[in-house]
């Protein structure tokens, strides 16, 4: 037993001490990290050693969100969702506006929200008006919840319609089929 005892206290203080290691470079050794948007994450995280917090504690994390997308983007996405699929579920919301965000990815498309919603014959609501009716709460939260998420579904899904085109179909929600490209 004495012989296995040595060992497992060397091994329990190498673990203790790596882990207070990486503690002290996560919280003190970081003053901001800040994450593009890649991977369908378009947000960014600010992270300071010595915060301010409202109970008065020292060295304490905070992390705040910080929105990279713009109030037009927001209101652009929200707005396709009110047009295409305003009362929809939301996995049809999000599946409706996952499809805007995986052709802004691909490269056959716009590289903007509102140029692909705007492309010519790409909306039907960006021309019969439906893209000026008043969002609901849920629309703007499907939006919000897609700008800081990314896209919810396989990217090289980027058709939806009520026909099948594309090379095969990924599903059909309500009346809406999602196809890939």
Known sequence: MRKYGTAIIFAMTFIATFVVMWW???VHD??????EKTNGMPWAVVASDYPATPSGAENALVVETIPTWTAEEHEILTRVLTGECQTG????QVAVGSVVLNRVAHTAY???IKGVVFQKGQYACTWDGNYYRTPTARNWEV????LRNGSQIPSNV???AQFRQGRGVWKKIGSEIFCYR
């Not at 970081?30 to 994450?35: D, E, L, V, W």
């Open 158 to 160: 980027v058709y939806q």
């Open 30 to 35: 970081t003053y901001a990290m800040c994450y």
């Open 24 to 26: 002290h470079w996560q």
């Open 110 to 112: 716009p590289n903007t």
């Open 143 to 146: 939006a919000e919840y897609l």
């Open 89 to 92: 579920s939301w996995e049809l």
